[in-house]
Structures are given as structure tokens and as C-alpha cells.
């Protein structure tokens, strides 16, 4: 047999041998799943509590600093459920109930808003900001307007409305934020607190002598979500 032929064929053999290899290392690696799919620049899922309908919804996401990110659920009976991811007081879930009078007052202040006219404000103009999410029930749809903070072309209306939601939904007293007049009348609901989080009976409204949480108590898990590529979480 010619040399040249029998090189061929040992290192044909070798050839094999290094893939065949090479396939069962890779075959042993673990694939690690992303702990959460959603990305910054989008909205997560209504958080309700069963047999209830979502009404409207606020999430405010994570920035270069620490801003808080939580997100907040009302549902059409008054319930809210309230979910701290990081740089916030509570971390974890509440649900608590607000009274007719907010209720109505939440509907009142997206009617105000022009909340239905409103679109997507999401022009990466700086790097460095937060977004809101809001979402609002029209009849059989929700309408749902995504906001980044660093688009200037958004209207304050919009950015008001944030803060009302806020206001309304007394969501200071979790969030670390000073409280603010008219928002004291938000009925508790008892239940099973998170693991690792005060109570939110015993939180107290912030800026009323309740102690603050240190900012490694608060920061929450690393953001292991995919961000957006013009920002940052």
C-alpha cells in the first residue's frame, strides 16, 4: 500500500476519534436556562390573585443606580399585589385591597391622563434611566404604553400618571418612599409572609420612624435577565 495512502487513512482514524470526543464532552455540559425571559424594555405578566381580573398595572424596572424595581397589580375588585425585585424596602410579594374611593380615583386619573391615546415612548436618548411599564382595562382589552425615562418626547401627563399610581396605591410603604397624603386607607389582606422579608403590617408607612433597611438587605438577587442592548439593568 502507498505511503501516502496509509497517512491518509491514520489520520482519517484520528480525525474520527477527536470528534467523537469532542461530541461527548460537549453532550455532557449542562445547559443553564435564563432565570427570567423578560428583558427590561418589556413588561412581565399581570401578578394576579386567582379568580380575580386585572384592572391596570404599573412596573418601574432597574437603572445604572438603584433605583427600586417592583411591580404593582390591581385588579378590577380593589385587589393589588405588590412584587419587590430589588433596591426596595419589602422584597417579595404583598397583596393587600384598596378602597372604592382609590379604585375609582385610579380609574379617574388614567381617564385624565388620555391614557388610551397614549403610545410607546421607548427612544434610547441616555443609557443610564429606568422604565415604567403601564397598563390600563378597556372594556375586553388591556392597553398597555411602555415608557423610557431618558425619551424626552414622552408628555409629563404620562409620567404624572406614574407617580399617581404610586400615590394611590400607597406603594411607598413597600418601595421605601416618602408617604404621601391621601393614600392611608388600603385594606390589608393577611398572608403567608415571604421568606427573608418583614411583614407588611409591621413595615409602617416610610418616613414615620420605622427603621430603613440597608441597601445590601434590599438590593435583591443579580438582574440574570437579558437587557436591552441600549440599556442597562
Not at 196 to 218: C, I, L, N, V
Amino acid at each position: 500500500m502507498p505511503q501516502a495512502l496509509r497517512n491518509f487513512r491514520r489520520w482519517s482514524r484520528h480525525g474520527a476519534l477527536c470528534a467523537s470526543l469532542l461530541l461527548a464532552v460537549g453532550c455532557g455540559k449542562k445547559k443553564v436556562a435564563p432565570a427570567d425571559s423578560v428583558t427590561i424594555d418589556q413588561p412581565h405578566p399581570p401578578d394576579l390573585v386567582p379568580g380575580t381580573t386585572p384592572l391596570a398595572t404599573l412596573e418601574r424596572t432597574g437603572c445604572y443606580g438603584e433605583c427600586p424595581v417592583y411591580r404593582l397589580t390591581v385588579a378590577s375588585d380593589g385587589t393589588v399585589v405588590y412584587v419587590g425585585t430589588r433596591w426596595v424596602k419589602v422584597l417579595g410579594r404583598r397583596e393587600y385591597k384598596l378602597s372604592p374611593t382609590q379604585l375609582q380615583e385610579l380609574e379617574s386619573a388614567f381617564e385624565r391622563a388620555n391614557f388610551l391615546m397614549l403610545r410607546d415612548y421607548d427612544h434610547v436618548e441616555s443609557t443610564d434611566d429606568d422604565w415604567a411599564h403601564l397598563s390600563f382595562g378597556h372594556g375586553s382589552r388591556m392597553k398597555r404604553v411602555r415608557h423610557y425615562h431618558g425619551d424626552n418626547s414622552a408628555p409629563p401627563a404620562l409620567s404624572a400618571l406614574e407617580d399617581e399610581f404610586d400615590r394611590i396605591t400607597d406603594s411607598g410603604r413597600f418601595v421605601g418612599l416618602p408617604a404621601t397624603a391621601g393614600a392611608q386607607s388600603a385594606i390589608a389582606i393577611p398572608g403567608p409572609a415571604s421568606p427573608g422579608t418583614a411583614d407588611s403590617a409591621k413595615a409602617g408607612a416610610p418616613g414615620r420612624g420605622a427603621p430603613s433597611a440597608k441597601p445590601s438587605e434590599t438590593a435583591g438577587p443579580p438582574d440574570e435577565a437579558p437587557a436591552d442592548p441600549d440599556n442597562h439593568p
